[in-house]
């Protein structure tokens, strides 16, 4: 039977799910504490509704601000983000286990206990999964560019994602971006200027932003980051 998880149109590509020997072990050593589990709608990466996680129980206690990252590759960002801020907790929205494997790793090199990753889809596990006005802000950084025409559907970034986004920040609340990809670039500056409930900013280099091996690949290829904050405007 078709189903509307099974239908719908995804800003990722399903990729292995092999680990190789050191990233099982270091997903039987850290995924119980660190990964949140969560139901499923309907297999893999879906999110069921109405499952709002209460983050002090989930975290040991509240923290001054909460960011979710989007995307997080092999935690790079995120990693090196909840090691500079301890009184922050960081949520991590990845679909591509062995990259959380690998972030799992790093966290645990870095000796951060504020971080823990999510496995699922961040178009369903945004809205199903917090709570409105409660995120301070939201990291979208390098997501696939889906360059071609045909493609341009799967971008994360559209109006409908950004309502989402709008839905659980605070006011004021940040939505920071950065592509590699010109075009997406403007697509990114087409979508949140056009949004009524953003203030769109260009800006320099987010100083919070480290480079990771993917913008540092990038570069070497002769591309180079746009970065943009859209802020929640209040409600
Ligand atoms: C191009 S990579 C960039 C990774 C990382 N941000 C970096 O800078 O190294 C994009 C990542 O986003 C993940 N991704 C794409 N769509 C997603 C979604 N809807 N929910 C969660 N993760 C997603 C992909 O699996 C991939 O690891």
Known sequence: ???????????????????????????????????????????????????????AAIFGGPAQRTIIEIGTGTGDQIVHAAALNPDTHFVGFEVWRPGIAQALVKANQAGVSNLRFIQADAEQGLTHLFAANSIDEVWTFFPDPWQKSRHHKRRLVKETFATDVAQVLVDGGAWRLATDWRAYASHMIHVLSAHPDFELYNQGRFA?????????????EGRFPYDLVAYRKAR
């Open 1 to 55: 039977m078709t189903n509307r998880y099974h239908a719908r149109t995804t800003s990722f590509v399903r990729r292995g799910e092999r680990m190789t020997r050191s990233q099982a072990a270091a997903w039987e050593r850290f995924a119980d504490d660190r990964v949140i589990e969560v139901e499923r709608a309907d297999g893999f990466t879906t999110v069921a509704p109405d499952q709002t996680l209460d983050l």
């Open 208 to 220: 919070g932003r480290t480079l990771t091996k993917f913008e540092a690949r990038a570069e070497a």
